[in-house]
């Protein structure tokens, strides 16, 4: 049977009828699938984190999603195209992320564009 409902956002009538399963017909609804993300971690990065003092673990978070990021905006990786981190991704503290991204800095993995009330502007330095 035949029920009309009036759409809001299209703002028309439309006619809806209800389906009924043929008999020994199952419906299973299967959950959203989530895209899994990985980032390659370069040796180098790693060699240059394990340098006394040791890197903190925020610090290699940090390392892993700008790998991540660069991979996901540059169609080359280490492309030398800078992009920006903001603090929703991260999910952390935004003065750790500054921290995060000064140690990075004087490890001379990366190089920050830091702009006032802005997100900062990270670039990544060739593997050498």
Known sequence: ????????????????????????????????KKPKRFAMFPMLWRNRLALKPRAS?????????????????????????????????????????WRALAELERRKLIVVDRRLGRSPLITLLPLK
Do not use: C
């Open 57 to 97: 673990s925020t610090t290699y978070d940090v390392a892993i999603y700008i790998l991540y990021l660069d991979w996901k905006e540059n169609e080359k990786q280490f492309s030398g195209r800078p992009f920006k981190l903001s603090n929703k991704g991260l999910q952390m503290n935004p003065s750790s992320k």
């Open 1 to 32: 049977m035949a029920q009309r409902i009036y759409d809001r956002r299209h703002q028309k009538w439309l006619m809806v009828e209800e389906l009924k399963p043929t008999a020994g017909a199952s419906i299973s609804i299967l959950p959203a």
